[in-house]
Every structure is written in C-alpha cells, then in structure tokens.
C-alpha cells in the first residue's frame, strides 16, 4: 500500500514535464482550502516538520504550490546518496537540491515575484516542490491560496472570483480529497471552505475538516460539539489542532517542540479525543485516505491514461511523419488531393459534410434548382406589349396591309425574347466555376491538415486549380453563348412541337374566344341595317313630295339632256355655295349597277348584296350628319341632289381667270414615330392575340432545350476536363526539384504540434509502465 503514493508521485513527475497534470490525467492529490490566515501554511509545515513556508501579513500564498512529501528511512543510503539529513527540489530549477530550507522558503517567494510582481499579485501557474524526509509519511498536497475578501496592492478588483475560480478548478478533480480548513475563533457553521467542498462533493466522501488555533477560542468555551460532529456533520472527519504563534514563528521555536506542547494541550483540554487529534493524526489520517484514494481511483486513472494514448496516437498520425523523401511526399500528396477533389464532386468522399451542400450536390442543386427557377420565372412577354407587337406587325409588312400575320414580325419578336435566356445561362456557369474553386476548401480533413502543414505548397496548388479553372471559364461561356446563338440562328417553325396544325389550333382558339364579341357585333350591324333602310324609305317619299309640289307650282323638272349638263364623275356630289366639302359627307348612290350596266355587264349578286349593305349604312350617316344652315337657306338639299333649273345652278369657278378668290392649301398632318394610343380593331387585336400565343409557345420550347443543354455543357466543358486533368496538371506545374523544399517547408506551429504531441505520447507510455508496476493486490 505504502508504494501507491510513490507511484502517483512518478505520474505527477512525468506528467509535469509535458505540463499535463491535473486537467487532463486528474491525478489523486490532497487540496487544501481555506481562507486568509486561517493556519494553512501552519498545518503544512507541522506536518513536513520544516519551517519553509513564506510567511507575512495577508496575503502570502499568491501561486499553488504542489508539494510532494517522500518518506526516505535514514538507512537507505541509495537515495539518500550520503545526505544525512532532509533535503528538496524543485522542478523549475531541475536537479539542483536545496538542503538549507530557508533558500527553498526564498525560491518559493522569488519564483512567485517572478510571475505575480512583488506587491500581492497572484498566478494560477503552480510551483512543483518535491520533500525527501524521514519525518514525513507519503503525500502530494496542492496549497492554495487563502480566500480573500478585498483586493490589496495590485490585485484586480475581482480578486476574490479569481481566487474562487482557481479553487473549483481543483477541487473540482473527482480524484481529489478536499482539506477544508477553518479556524477555531470562527464560526463553524459559517465556514466558506466547507460550503464550496459541499458544492462540488454533496455527499462528502472525500471532504476531511480541520480546525486551527484550537488555543485561541474563548475562555470558557470548546470545540467539542464541532469536532464530534454534533453541530456539522463531515463523513471523513474533524481533526483539531494547534498552531505555532506568530510570537512563536518569531522565535524560531523548532515544530517537534510545537508538536509536543499540542499533544499537552489536546490531553489537557480534550482528553477523550486527544488520540484522534493533533497534526501527527492528521498526517497519518491523511496518508491513509490517500492511499485508500488512489487505490480505487488507479483503475479508472489507468483507463484514461490509454485513452489520452490512443487520442494522440490519432493526433499524431494527423500530424502527419517527418518529410523524409520529398518527391514521394509531394506526389503523395498531390495524389491525395486529386482523390479527394474527385470524390468531393462524385459525392463518394469518406466523410461527408452535413452543414451544408459542397462539391456535386450543390452543382446539382444549381443546375436543377437556381438555373431553373431562374429560367421558368422569365416572361415570353415581359417587356413587350401589344402597341410593340402591332408596330412590329406593320414594320413586316411594308407599304402593303397585311392579310395574314407575317412570320417576320414573329421571328424579330421571339428572337428578342430567346436572348434574355443568355444571362442567367452565363450566370449559371459562374456559379458553378465557384463552386470548384470553393472544393478546394471542403476536399476532407486529412487534407486541410496537410494543407495547413505545408500552407506554401497548397497556395501553389490553389493556383493551379484556379488557373485550370479560368481556362475553361472563357470555353464555357463561349459554348454557352454559342448555344443561345444557335437558337437565335434559325427559328423552325416546323419543330414537332411547334407545327402548322398548333398555329391553326391557335387560330381556332382565338375566334373561339371572341364567339359572344362576335355574336353581338352581329346583332348590333343588322340593327344599323334595319335603320339605315327606313332612313332611305323616308327619304324617297320626301323626294316624291318635293316633286309634287313642283308640278302643281307648274315648274316642270330639270329638262336639260344628259349631253348639255356638264360632265361630273359618277357619284359626285354637286357643289353646294357656301359650304365646305368637309361638312357633307361622301354619299353613294344606291342603285349602283347603273355602273355596271354603263360598262355592259351587269353587277355580280354577290357584290350586289354586300354593296346594298355598305349603302344603307352610308344612308344611316347621311341622315345623321347636319348640314350646315347657311348652306341649306341658299339652295335646297334636295334641289341639288335631284336636279333642278340649269340657271340657277352655280356656274364652274374659273381660277385662272383674275379676281378668283384662292382657296386655302390643305396639308396632310405629320406622320408620328410610333402610332398613337387607341383601340384596336377585331382584326388587329386577333393578329396580336395569334402573335402572342406563337411567341409564348416558341419561347417555351426554346427554354427547354437551353435547360437541358447548358448543364451539359458546363459539365462537359468544365467539370469533367477539370476532374479528368487536375492530377496531371498539379504535377506537370508542381514537380520541380528545385522547388520542393520551398514547397515542403512545414508550419513552425505544426511542427512544434507534433513534436508535443510525440512528447506527451511517450509521457504515456511512461505513465502506462508506472502504473503497471502497482501489484494487483493493491486495488483489489
């Protein structure tokens, strides 16, 4: 049992060389706790039995000191190498033994000066002490220090959480007995010590209590009730002693002198106790919980010293072997990364990323996700209304109306409609050329950890790849390009999805769609009829009435032959004096095959009726239209129309002849650039309609094929060369002999990594044989 504690001294002593101790092996060890000058030092001492501490007002422990305490016998000549008497070391100072205990008790003040400055500054960093004595029974004890208040000298304003934080970190360790110290003179039950032991062990199976400066309680009073546990209960124990005075230390007065007026003391004032009281109880109760301690804590602590060794193994193998052959190296790596460059986009990679879509799947995701979003949200119409279309339509047909819809104006639209289709495509291919770069970045662990272990090789290989890219960059959008060009070359109107059968079913579907706007332009023209024959029938009686009342005034009709009148064209309008030729308007007469039968044949039936129809509509605005007054007083409507006395018809204005009055120049208005705004006739807006629904279906088979073709294209002219080349490419670039120790100069930091590492690896192995050494009997 006694060769346990040795055994977690060879830990702490290998360990404290990779700087590894308690955090990560959390090794069994003593903690001593309590507040300022609660006699922590004092305890310590009396148990090594030297005076080595330093010593003060306030605040004197400012750094943890580990102390290790070896019983050496005084017959083991071996260790004690002809030393007769106690002697230390520190591991800070190496091998250097300290036999004067007052140059250690000034080493212990100057290494904390060292880091903590000379006015009560404190550090978390421990100060490693090793005693060999005969006087002393195998321990490892953490002094800490003392529990504070308010700051003094320069310590922060938050002194007392630093002082707290660095406690909990060690009495925190499940491997650790926590040694609550507090004063007699206080109030037990108030004790700050024991409420943090009790916050990190409930249940208190590793808490031992002790109680200082039993001498200095009031008179008439004792600490029986506390030290049996009737007033707070603690599961490991009470133990009460007496500390030197201030006085005391002064004087130099020796520890076995102390040791000696306590055990007087306690058989004095506690006789039934002073067996299970006093500081050499409490070292021997000490000795024996650590024992007890390490051997159930030796097996745990073994299996989590072989996993800290296979944690390292791994890192270290992460780390990568020292560069020994550097062209197989750099082939290796470069292989390495192709692999994994190619798998990345294959999808076939060892570790998958599940944050975020890298490598394949997000090209996937912009070939059938962004691209065609992109492509299915573009309007065939967008910016293209119906005054552009109709404007488009009459540009096609020149100086001729049109009497169907012409396929130039359709191709000149569509062909605007399919280079939009241009842009996203491009977009696309952009989108995928930062893709593979970024692939560069997400290509598996093991080669980001190469890459962060040679960084000047990797940038040389992230120009390559960068450099691969961009040469295909300038092809792909060319290809790109080329296949928006082809659609644009030719525009087959005999695609199978784009027939004459579709165009006529179009055509179909527009009449379908205006069969009531039809309907009621029907009705609504053969009312126009029917009124415009009744205007006609009225206008004949009054014809007749106006000839009666000439004959009974014995004014006999017009006599004149047809040869003496003067010549006009057919259907002219007299002259009417006085009147403007804008306000009458045309008229036609309705017996119009007198034309026909003037010519020798006669009117087809055909134009007959459509002629008659044309005519009572005319009829309909004649009777509508008012001609003005001044015209009507100087000569009769009706007279002018029908005949009447040659002399009193207006004689033909000569303008040749002097003294004619002039009339005005009409001009015709300006033609405007675009036409203006109006409604369209049924025939234009059916045109546009037919020009519409072309356009809509053109474009869509067109945007089929760019979304099929394009995606092919990029993986083609882009993705499959750079996967294919990549490998060959970073060796033609990157195997150069005199290149390759630039390019292999390893990190400095990564470096030093492994080396740690390998330390901390054999630190292991170490530790592994350590405890190996410990009988089985032991920890049974």
Request: hydrophobic share 35%.
């Amino acid at each position: 049992m006694e060769s346990l504690i040795p055994t977690i001294n060879k830990l702490q002593d290998v360990f404290a060389a990779v700087g590894a101790r308690e955090a990560e092996i959390q090794l069994p060890q003593i903690v001593v706790v309590g507040s300022q000058s609660a006699g922590k030092s004092s305890v310590i001492e009396a148990v090594v039995g030297r005076d080595f501490l330093p010593r003060g007002v306030g605040i004197v422990t400012r750094r943890p000191l580990l102390l290790q305490l070896c019983h050496v016998p005084l017959n083991e000549r071996e260790t004690r190498q002809g030393r007769k008497d106690d002697w230390a070391r520190f591991e800070h100072t190496g091998e250097k033994i300290f036999e004067d205990f007052e140059l250690v008790r000034k080493e212990i003040e100057d290494e904390t000066d060292r880091l903590t400055g000379s006015n009560k500054g404190i550090a978390a960093a421990p100060i490693s002490l090793k005693i060999f004595s005969h006087r002393v029974v195998n321990l490892t004890l953490v002094d800490l220090p003392g529990m504070t208040k308010l700051p003094v000298g320069d310590q922060p304003t938050n002194i007392e959480e630093q002082i707290r934080e660095m406690i909990m970190h060690y009495i925190t360790n499940p491997n650790s007995i926590i040694l609550a110290v507090t004063p007699a003179n206080q109030d037990f039950a108030t004790s700050e010590p024991l409420k943090m032991a009790r916050d990190v062990d409930p249940e208190g199976a590793r808490t031992l209590a002790v109680l200082t400066k039993l001498d200095l309680m009031d008179h008439g009073t004792d600490a029986l009730d506390v030290l049996t546990g009737q007033l707070v209960q603690v599961k490991l124990g009470i133990i009460g002693v007496v500390n030197r005075s201030q006085a005391d230390i002064k004087n130099k007065k020796p520890i076995d002198e102390a040791l000696r007026d306590e055990e007087g003391y306690l058989v004095r004032k506690y006789p039934t106790l002073a067996t299970r009281q006093g500081t050499r109880y409490l070292a021997k109760t000490l000795n024996r919980l650590l024992m007890h301690h390490i051997r159930e804590c030796l097996p745990s602590l073994k299996n989590r010293v072989n996993v800290l060794m296979g944690q390292c193994v791994t890192l270290l193998n992460s780390y990568g072997e020292p560069v020994e052959d550097k062209n197989r190296t750099l082939l290796q790596i470069i292989t390495r990364f192709s692999t994994a460059y190619t798998t990345t986009i294959e999808g076939t990679a060892r570790n998958i990323e599940t944050q975020e879509l890298c490598g394949g799947a997000r090209i996937c995701y912009i070939f059938h996700e962004t691209l065609a979003k992109t492509l299915e949200g573009i309007d065939p119409l967008e910016h293209l209304d119906t005054l552009d279309i109709l404007t488009a339509i009459r540009n096609a047909t020149g100086p001729r109306p049109a009497l169907f819809v012409p396929e130039v104006a359709f191709e000149l639209l569509v062909k605007r409609q399919i280079q939009r289709l241009e842009e996203p495509s491009l977009r696309c291919v952009d989108l995928v050329h930062e893709e593979l770069q970024r692939i560069v970045q997400h290509c598996g662990n093991e080669i980001q950890q190469e890459m962060a272990r040679f960084p000047h090789l990797f940038e040389r290989i992230k120009d390559v790849v960068a450099n691969v890219l961009k040469s295909r960059l300038k092809q792909t959008n060319s290809l790109v390009e080329s296949l928006v060009a082809i659609e644009l070359a030719y525009i087959n109107t005999r695609h199978p999805e784009f027939t004459d059968a579709n165009l006529v079913t179009l055509i179909k579907d527009s009449f379908v769609d205006n069969v009531a706007e039809r309907e009621a332009r029907v009705k609504q023209r053969n009312a126009a009829v029917d009124r415009a024959a009744s205007v006609h029938e009225s206008q004949r009686m009054m014809e007749f009435s106006v000839r009666a009342r000439a004959e009974s005034l014995n004014q006999p009709p017009n006599t004149v032959s047809p040869q003496a009148r003067p010549q006009r064209p057919p259907y002219e309008l007299p002259s009417v004096p006085g009147a403007n030729r804008r306000d009458v308007p045309s008229v036609h007469f309705a017996n119009v095959n007198l034309v026909y039968e003037f010519n020798g044949h006669a009117e087809p039936a055909q134009n007959q009726q459509q002629r008659t129809r044309d005519d009572l509509q005319l009829a309909q605005q004649l009777a509508q239209t008012q001609i003005p007054q001044h015209a009507a007083q100087r000569s009769g409507i009706f007279t002018q129309l029908f005949g009447g006395n040659s002399q009193q018809r207006p004689q033909a204005v000569d303008p040749s002849q002097p003294g004619t009055p002039r009339r005005p120049v009409n001009f015709l208005p300006e033609v405007p650039e675009k036409p203006p705004a109006r409604k369209l006739t049924s025939k234009e807006q059916r045109d546009c309609e037919i020009i519409e629904r072309l356009i809509k279906s053109y474009f869509f088979i067109v945007r089929k094929n760019v979304q099929d073709s394009v995606p092919k294209a990029i993986m083609h002219n882009m993705v499959n060369f750079v996967r294919e080349n990549l490998q060959s490419e970073l060796v033609r670039t990157l195997y150069d002999p005199s290149t390759l120790d630039e390019l292999l100069c390893e990190n400095k930091f990564m470096a030093q990594k492994r080396k740690d590492t390998a330390i901390m690896l054999e630190t292991l192995h170490k530790a592994v044989g350590i405890i190996g050494e410990v009988r089985e009997t032991y920890l049974l």
